[in-house]
C-alpha cells in the first residue's frame, strides 16, 4: 500500500524562518516533524538552506572578538546540563506500536515515543502532553482527540500550527491526516473534529489560548484555558 503524502504544508515563510534558524522553538519542533513526514517542503527546506549558505559564502569576512578562542575552549570545557524533567500527569495506555509513531525530533524532545507520554485531561475527549509553556499562554503541546469527537468551536488570539501524528481530523478547511499542518489564526472560528475511526493525535503549537465561541462554550472563557 502506497504511503500517503501531507496535502497541506507550512508556508514557504515559515520553511524559510526555519531554514535560517529564526522560528521559535515550538514552530521548528513541529516543521522538523512535518519535514520528517513530507519530501516535498523537505526539499523546499534543503533548497532554502542551500541558498543560505551560498550568501553566507559572498559575505566579507567579519571581525571576532580578541578573546573568542577562550570563550570557545571554556564552553567545550563546561560540564552538561541536566536531563529536563517531566511534571507527571494522568499516565497513558496507548499500546506499543511496531514502528514509531512520533518521528524523530519529537521522540527526542519527549524521550520515547507516543507510549511513554503522559496525558492531562483538558476538555471531555480531549486530551494534552505539555512540551513548551512560554510568555503570554504560549504553548507547545501534544493534544489527543478522542475517535468522533469534537474540540470545542473556538477561533484564536494568535496564531495556531498543528501537525498531525495520528488519525485525523476535519472542520471548515477540509480533512488534515498524518503530516498535514493545519494553520488557523483569529479570522478563523471552527470546531476540529477526529475521524470516527480512531483517536486524533497532533502536535499543536499556540502563541496564546484560543477563545471558545460556541453558543455554551463561550460562557466559560473565564473558567477554560485552552
Not at 536531563?83 to 524521550?111: K, Y
Not at 483517536?199 to 462554550?217: K, N
Request: aromatic residues 4%; glycine residues 8%; negative net charge.
Amino acid at each position: 500500500m502506497p504511503v500517503l503524502q501531507p496535502t497541506h504544508h507550512p508556508a514557504d515563510e515559515h520553511l524559510l524562518d526555519y531554514a535560517a534558524g529564526a522560528a521559535s522553538e515550538g514552530l521548528a519542533l513541529l516543521l522538523a516533524t512535518h519535514l520528517t513526514l513530507c519530501p516535498e517542503c523537505r526539499r523546499k527546506a534543503a533548497a532554502m538552506e542551500q541558498l543560505g549558505g551560498t550568501l553566507i559564502e559572498e559575505l566579507p569576512p567579519a571581525a571576532i572578538a580578541a578573546d573568542a578562542r577562550e570563550r570557545c575552549l571554556a564552553l567545550l570545557d563546561a560540564p552538561e546540563p541536566a536531563a529536563e524533567s517531566r511534571s507527571a500527569v494522568t499516565a497513558v495506555t496507548n499500546p506499543v506500536s511496531a514502528a514509531p509513531l512520533l518521528p524523530r525530533a519529537l521522540r527526542d524532545r519527549v524521550g520515547g515515543d507516543i507510549d511513554t507520554l503522559r496525558w492531562s485531561p483538558v476538555l471531555r475527549g480531549v486530551d494534552q502532553a505539555l512540551l513548551v509553556e512560554g510568555p503570554g499562554g504560549a504553548r507547545t503541546r501534544l493534544m489527543r482527540i478522542r475517535a468522533g469527537h469534537a474540540v470545542p468551536q473556538h477561533t484564536h488570539r494568535g496564531t495556531e500550527f498543528v501537525c498531525v501524528l495520528a488519525g485525523g481530523f476535519s472542520d471548515l478547511s477540509g480533512h488534515f491526516g498524518r503530516g498535514d499542518v493545519a494553520v488557523s489564526d483569529e479570522s478563523v472560528d471552527h470546531q476540529p473534529t477526529a475521524d470516527a475511526d480512531g483517536d486524533c493525535i497532533c502536535l499543536a503549537v499556540t502563541e496564546a489560548p484560543v477563545r471558545l465561541t460556541g453558543r455554551f462554550w463561550r460562557l466559560l472563557n473565564p473558567f477554560v484555558r485552552f
